[in-house]
Every structure is written in C-alpha cells, then in structure tokens.
C-alpha cells in the first residue's frame, strides 16, 4: 500500500497585480490610498441621467495592457470588459511571479471570482425588435439581423473569464469560477490556497474580477436601495463606518495574486512576497439582502480563518475591513470585529479601502487581500478616508482620513457578500 503525504503546505505569495478606479498597477494604486485620494467619480460610461445616483468608480481604458494583444485577440468575440480587466491584472502579477519559465503547466490552475457580463440596454431593445408580445420570436429575423451575435451568449457566462484566462496562460490545472457576490475574489484566492495545499496544484492564478458599472448592473442596486444617494460631491460619498453613511459606491477592477507551493517557489528562486495564512468561509443563512444582525457569519470566517492559520487574535495586527459605506453591513463587522478580539478590539487598527476605490464587489477581496499585503511590506496602515461624524455603535480605530507607519505581520482581509456569503483571508509576512 502507497501512503500519500497529508501534511498541508505552506502556501506564499510570488505575484501580485491589480486594475482600479485609483491605478492602472498595483503600485499606483497603493501610492494614491496612501496619500487618501479618491478614485469616484461622475460616471461616464452610460447616461446616468434622472437616476438617484450617478457616480461610480471607473477604470481608464488607458490602463489596460495591451501586452499579449495578439493572443488576447482570437478571443475578443467572448471577452467581456470584465475579463479584459482581469488580463491586465493577471498580466502584471504573472510577471512579477515568472509564470511564463515554468514548464509544467498541468500544475498551474485558475481561481476566480467573476459575474458574467449584463446585457444593455440597447441589446435588450434589439432583441425585442424580434419578439410579439405573445410568446413568439422572428428567429430568422433575429439570425439574420448580424446585430446581436450569437456569441454574447459567453459574454454573458460567469466561468468565461476563467476558461480564457486559462487559455492565456496555457494554465492546464484546475479552473474555478466563484460566483458569491462581494466574498467571490477572497473565495477564489482561499479555494486556490486549498487546492495548493490539498497537492492538486503547486501553482495558483487567483483573484477577481468586475465590470458591471452598466445600466443593467447598476438598476437593481438603486432599486433596492443600496447605493450612496446623498452626497453631491462623488469623492466624498464613500465614507465607511461614519455616522452619515447612506450605500456604498459601485466600482470596477480587477485585482491578481500567483498563489505557490512554497518548496515549489524556493526550488525555482522565486521572490517570495508574502503568505497565505488561512483562510475562512461561512453563511449568514439569514436574508438574501441583509447580513445576520448578530454578525454570526462575519464571526465565523474570522474565526475559521484564525483556526486555519493556527493563530489567535493576540496574533492579528490589522484588520482590512469589508467596509461598504452601509449602515447595516458596517455596524455588524463592527460588532463581529469586537467578538473577535475582545478586550483589544479597540486597539486594533481597521480601515477600508472602499472609502477610496468604492466596491469593486467580485474583485474587492482580491484587491484587498494585495494592499493588506503591500501595506505589510511597507508597514503603512491605508485611512479610511471620509471619516467625519463618529458613529457610538460603530466604535473601532477606523484609521481616519490619514495613513498611518505602523509595521505589522499578520492581518486578517474580510469579504461578506450579498446573500450573507462571508470570507476572510489571514495575511502574514513571509518567515522561513
């Protein structure tokens, strides 16, 4: 009889990249939440006109790579914007990693958190020009018009972007799609850590991705309610865990971690960035629109994740909130964050990056999961910028409005998602 190993591997970090409203890389976009910059703004990519809200935060066409255009073309058809921001974050920390000399690609796999991409509002009428109201379709008309093609029909399909982005990378592992609202980019990077650990891979593409900041994205959060209405000024609307917050702020972006075996990365000389410590899941099993009031899900996946680093919360140095800007969502990770830790709880730094860049929903726990790690790096806490009225329900060192030097080893990233699907990844700098 054959006995397998079953010890669990370290898993560290070799890559990082990112795409967002505040930089087209990972480095500027850390320099400008540093400095507390805004990236909100107007939006400009649809006609916001007549709508409650009308900002968002937006990613320059000018930031997307066009390194790799040639194969990234055979599948332009498919690719959505969301995608096309994924390439270019998974194109920056690839390099950095040195995907492109490993030679064993069976053991390169693909983890991402994704939403496919939503029909306008123009393909919707063209669609309609064919439809009689009574349940029939001119098929012949619809096929013949050329107007609406057939390959939106992948346009439209979450695992889209992690099939290409397989394709791109000639990644012949495992290909994950996570489809969890605003926890997907910090599951797809936990799902990927257990397959690292779990000897299925020694190698890992992950994170998130998304663009929906379109009509047909942007409806269905103005009809329930949970975008910021009241501020007049874009820059100042995001503004988590202030007492006069009123709905988080809808953004795009894409973030990319290169997840490795450790024995895999010394072997090949790889720069070592930083460790994956680990990693914790839950359900609220509550409401689909409303988190658990006694923050029993935000709870559990930091508590998980804490039990599968093998740490405490004495251990813990800063906490990357979810942070959305909404009433509900900021009051109970409070809550959760003081069951947590304690009596510490107040002396624990917890800051939101969504007070720069908005919520980048599938791609924010990815994103966040990087400047948690670039932040370890150069021992800067990022603000939680907006910070004005202090809110006595939600009374934690919120980091406000500045950055702040404080070095720290180990931290924990949360991600809780619409549906009450919670995720939280324990960063630790890398030790031998």
Known sequence: MVLRETAKRRVVITGVGMVTPLGGNCADTFENAAQGRSGIDYISSFDTTGLPCRIGGQVKDAWLTDQGADAFSRF????????????????EASSQAGLDTLRDRERIGVSLGSHGENVSVGEMSELLRFYDGNGHWDMNGLLSSCRYSPFQFFLRKADTASSILSMLFNCRGSSLSIVSACAAGAQAIG??????QDRKADVMIAGGCEATLNFMGFIGFVLIKALAEKYTTPQNASRPFD????????????????????????????????????????????????????A???????????????????????VNAHGTSTVQNDLVESLAIRRIFGERARSVPVSSNKSM????????????CILTLMGMQRSVILPTINYENRDPKCDLDYVPNEARHLPYRRALSNSFGFGGQNASLCIGAFEK
């Not at 332009?76 to 994924?86: D, N």
């Not at 799902?191 to 690292?196: D, L, M």
């Not at 860049?357 to 966040?368: L, N, P, Q, S």
């Open 296 to 318: 029993e899900g935000a709870y559990l996946a930091m508590a998980n994740a804490l039990e599968d680093a093998c740490l405490t919360a004495d251990d813990i140095g800063y």
């Open 243 to 294: 007492r006069k917050r009123n709905g988080f702020v809808m953004s795009e972006g894409a973030g990319a971690v290169i997840l490795e075996d450790l024995d895999h990365a010394r072997d090949r000389g790889a720069n070592i960035l930083g460790e994956l410590l680990g990693y914790g899941s839950s359900a609220d099993a509550y409401r689909i629109t409303d988190t658990h009031p006694k």
């Open 191 to 196: 799902e990927a850590y257990r397959i690292i």
């Open 357 to 368: 860049m908005g919520h980048t929903i599938a791609a924010a726990g990815a994103i966040e």
């Open 76 to 91: 332009e058809r498919y690719s959505s914007r969301g995608l096309r921001l994924m390439h270019t974050a998974a194109v």
